[in-house]
């Protein structure tokens, strides 16, 4: 199982400089607001 970390580096190498040709160090912030959009989508899904 992949630790937030190793997505985080994932991420930043595939998307932000393979796929949006993008430095890596900006898409740390992005990665965050990724995963911060993802709890809150699953949150408001989960059952009460």
């Not at 970390?5 to 992005?30: D, F, H, R, T």
Request: glycine share 8%.
């Amino acid at each position: 199982m992949a630790t937030q970390a190793s997505a985080k580096k994932l991420y930043s190498a595939k998307v932000c400089k393979g796929y949006l040709g993008i430095p890596e160090e900006g898409c740390n912030a992005a990665f965050d607001r990724l995963v911060a959009n993802m709890k809150a989508g699953y949150e408001a899904l989960a059952p009460a």
